[in-house]
């Protein structure tokens, strides 16, 4: 089984709509959780850190469930530019030094 | 203020080659990881270097190796090449015993003919 498992898409969007995926880690003991956004063929960039509480940016949400050990992202008012791979990523205590699991992505559409 | 910086950008090397990459991390940053990402996977960690030793490495052979400089720049080693290392092979640095986010560099794509 993966550490970090993600649904790959691709998830087809209107422009202007809402979409929301989810990410699941195996490790019970993970402490932190973020969201990177890959463009095509470039390097990944973060788009947000996950909090216990959930947190808001911009028409960004993400939301932490550790009781079932999963972690979900929600675009509202989806724009063109949105379209790109979102990579989920968990760093464990026992990683504490920093070694990431990404997992392998799940890829959003925007269509006009 | 400069981010990760990787060279070369592209590579083509041949079955049995050796190659060497390079990263700058960012300023302010002292510790720098390396990851694989082959075509259609998320990024898989090879290994983490801090005070220019090897902290914790990932499920790569021995045929990976690295190499950390005082300036905290850092070279990523690949011996006896073969088809199955294609991919883009990507640095990521941050500040030890913060828990922030990894930056990451624009890559470098290797193809192995």
């Known amino acids: 089984r993966k550490e970090v498992e993600q649904d790959p898409g691709p998830f087809n969007v209107p422009e202007g709509a809402t979409v929301a995926f989810n990410c699941t880690y195996s490790n019970s003991a993970s402490q932190s959780f973020f969201w990177y956004r890959q463009d095509c063929r470039k390097e990944p960039k973060l788009l947000m850190s996950v909090y216990s509480s959930g947190n808001e940016d911009g028409r960004f949400t993400a939301q932490l469930n550790r009781a079932s050990q999963y972690i979900s992202l929600l675009i509202r008012d989806s724009k063109l530019s949105d379209s790109a791979t979102y990579l989920c990523v968990v760093k464990g205590p026992a990683d504490s030094w920093g070694k990431l699991q990404f997992g392998a992505g799940t890829q959003v559409v925007v269509t006009p | 203020d400069a981010g990760v910086t990787q060279s070369p950008t592209h590579l083509i090397k041949t079955r049995g080659q050796q190659v060497t990459l390079r990263c700058s991390p960012k300023s302010g940053h002292d510790t720098v990881s390396w990851y694989q990402q082959a075509l259609g996977q998320g990024p898989q960690f090879i290994f983490q270097y801090y005070e220019e030793e090897e902290r914790q490495r990932g499920n790569f052979p021995d045929r990976f190796s690295g190499h950390q400089f005082p300036n905290y720049s850092s070279e990523l080693n690949v011996n006896a090449l073969l088809l199955g290392d294609s991919a883009l092979y990507l640095c990521?640095?941050?500040?030890?015993?913060?828990?922030?986010?990894?930056?990451f560099g624009d890559g470098t794509r290797l193809s192995i003919l």
């Open positions: 990521a640095s941050s500040v030890t015993g913060e828990d922030q986010p990894q930056h």
